[in-house]
């Protein structure tokens, strides 16, 4: 993977990040499932600041270029929208599960939890 | 904070050195004692106040994980040091030049007498700075010689004659007293100077 | 994302100069660049954050504990630099770090001695009294990254540096921040320094905070603009911070970008703002009202 960033350009950096890295991925060069550098690695090997790889990799993800899984990293997604959705679902049940039994550890009924799902999605929106 | 005391120790080791080397030159040529341990407690306790007076070096301790209630109070301890090693340094040199031991009296007397004089000095010294202590010092003698002067001429009298009852009472009772009141001062002393170089602004 | 540093309405005054309402937060493994001009407050901040100084009113939490209880748990993990010499000038810097070493819980000798080799620093040779003011900064830095600590904060740290060692330590600057543990603070009115490292931007100006953000948004934020002085009138003059005129025209600082843009549109030039332009217009636009000659 190659990036070259100009520290005079109009284009902001992470703009310039996020237009190589999602050129390289529509060119297939990065193939689906592909483990991107860490923001923190690419920040200190780009010589900028981590928030613009941060920001660059919000933007890639938002763009259903990549997906991120937390601890892990950041992967180059496949160019399929419902192979998007789907893995996402996956996470998602797994995520749940894992609430789940948490809830069931401490006798939390499902309505509770539900209760609490509620309160939390309309908190985020 | 007993790493304090230890970077006191280690700051002023080759002060200290070369202070006892002047002491023992000093007893050799048989200077009284309880004149040069007075001397030397003070000049070593002011000087061991004056390293960390300077502003780079508040900046310092102040940002190491020490509260300024252990740097105070480390202060008051290396002070005590300090003064127990004049005393030691005086033992020796007693030992050395006169083969005998230095009478307990006058030790105790330095010792006390040196610690009164801390109490006094650290406090005027955090609150202003160590260079006022001698403008203390000038000033109270000032006040000592007008009042003597305009309002209580005998007053030397008056003190050589509590001096003389003080001393009649015996070098034991007289030691347990002065202890006592150095206690308590030094204790009042070491509150105060808590209190002053806590609101402290550097 | 959590906050290691918080300010809230802090207030200090001095006869002649005020820190006034102070409130900011500063994010865990990020590099906040803390900038204004000299004599804006960002010492006096700085030792707000150190409890080398206490506020009239307000509070300081760092890592969510406030000074008052918890001073030397807070201090075990903060590394300091500062603009000034610290230090015992007749001691060498080995003698120095053995004085210092015992004081944290945390201390890693193997790390002192890597990072005193990659300054090339004298250990025993020199005293501190006759190190440079780089040296003495790369000395002040060797022993605040050497006890693990969570939170570096720093008072002009490049100020003594030449521009090699300046490149180096940003790039150490990023190695610490690998980890994502770790969170840097650090003022500095050499803004070119910012543009490599710096996460968040807090920006004082008069003992006030001008703004808190994420470095990249100043570029989206704030504009200069210049065109002919025909352009400017009342109204439009509102739109800027500051605006400097000339016989040749005029150039202007805005924070509402897009607005000016499309008040303006094919009329002016638009220029990315640096932090430097915006320091210099803010300093003058609250000296002299808007316009300026």
């Not at chain 1, 060119?27 to 780009?46: F, I, Q, V």
């Not at chain 2, 002491?23 to 040069?36: H, S």
């Not at chain 2, 005393?87 to 006390?112: E, R």
């Not at chain 2, 007008?146 to 004659?161: G, K």
């Amino acid at each position: 993977m190659q990036i070259l960033i100009a520290h005079n350009s109009k284009e902001p950096i992470y703009e310039q990040i996020f237009h190589q890295i999602k050129k390289s991925i529509l060119a297939n060069e990065l193939p689906a499932g592909y483990a991107l550098p860490s923001m923190r690695n690419m920040a200190k090997d780009l010589e900028v600041s981590v928030i613009t790889t941060k920001r660059a990799y919000e933007e890639l993800e938002k763009a259903g270029l990549i997906y991120s899984v937390v601890g892990k990293g950041s992967f180059v997604s496949e160019q399929n929208i419902e192979m998007i959705i789907e893995r996402k679902q996956k996470v998602i049940e797994e995520q749940l599960s894992q609430a789940i039994k948490n809830s069931k550890e401490i006798g939390l009924s499902l309505d509770e939890l539900k209760e609490i799902m509620t309160l939390l999605y309309e908190e985020m929106d | 904070m007993y790493q304090l005391v230890k970077k006191d120790l280690i700051i002023h080791k080759k002060m200290l050195m070369f202070m006892f080397l002047v002491l023992l030159i000093y007893m050799y040529i048989d200077i009284p004692i309880i004149f040069l341990g007075l001397l030397f407690s003070m000049t070593l306790t002011l000087n061991l106040f004056s390293t960390d007076e300077k502003r780079h070096a508040q900046m310092l301790l102040s940002s190491l994980p020490f509260t300024r209630k252990e740097i105070v109070s480390s202060k008051y301890i290396s002070a005590i040091l300090f003064i127990l090693l004049i005393v030691l340094a005086i033992t020796g040199g007693s030992l050395l030049f006169q083969q005998v031991l230095p009478n307990g009296f006058h030790l105790l007397m330095i010792a006390i007498g040196s610690l009164f004089v801390v109490s006094f000095m650290y406090p005027v010294a955090y609150k202003f700075t160590s260079k006022y202590v001698n403008i203390t010092f000038f000033t109270c003698f000032g006040l000592y010689l007008a009042i003597i002067m305009f309002f209580i001429p005998n007053l030397n009298d008056q003190i050589r004659e509590t001096f003389t009852k003080i001393m009649n009472l015996g070098e034991s009772q007289l030691i347990l007293y002065a202890g006592l009141i150095l206690v308590i001062t030094y204790i009042l002393s070491w509150l105060l100077s808590i209190r002053i170089y806590e609101k402290k602004v550097f | 994302m959590e906050s290691i540093i918080q300010f809230t309405n802090v207030n200090k005054a001095f006869n002649d100069f005020a820190i006034k309402n102070l409130t900011f937060e500063i994010k865990k493994g990020f590099v906040t660049g803390f900038v204004g001009a000299n004599g804006t407050g960002k010492s006096t901040a700085i030792k707000l954050l150190m409890n080398l100084l206490q506020p009239d009113s307000g509070e300081v939490k760092v890592f969510g504990l406030n000074y008052k209880d918890h001073e030397k748990v807070i201090k075990q993990k903060i590394g300091f630099v500062y603009d000034d010499h610290v230090f015992y000038e007749h001691l060498t810097l080995q003698e120095m770090k053995n004085l210092i070493q015992p004081v944290y819980t945390q201390w890693d000798d193997e790390l002192f001695y890597k990072y005193v080799e990659q300054f090339q620093l004298p250990l025993k040779k020199k005293k501190l009294k006759t190190f440079s003011k780089g040296m003495m900064m790369k000395a002040s830095l060797a022993i605040a990254l050497s006890h693990h600590a969570e939170l570096i904060i720093m008072d002009e740290p490049t100020a003594g540096l030449d521009p090699v060692f300046r490149r180096e330590f940003l790039n150490l600057l990023h190695e610490i921040v690998q980890d994502g543990e770790k969170t840097i603070f650090f003022s500095t009115h050499i803004t070119s320094d910012l543009d490599r490292i710096a996460d968040y931007i807090v920006f004082l100006h008069n003992g006030e905070l001008i703004f808190m953000h994420e470095f990249y948004t100043i570029a989206e934020k704030y504009v200069l603009v210049k065109g002919g002085l025909d352009l400017l009138d009342p109204d439009t003059e509102k739109e800027f911070i500051a605006i400097r005129k000339t016989k040749m025209g005029f150039e202007g600082l805005s924070s509402n970008k897009g607005r000016v843009m499309q008040l303006f549109g094919d009329l002016a030039l638009y220029e990315t703002a640096t932090l430097e332009d915006i320091m210099f217009y803010t300093k003058k636009g609250g000296e002299k009202g808007v316009s300026i000659s």
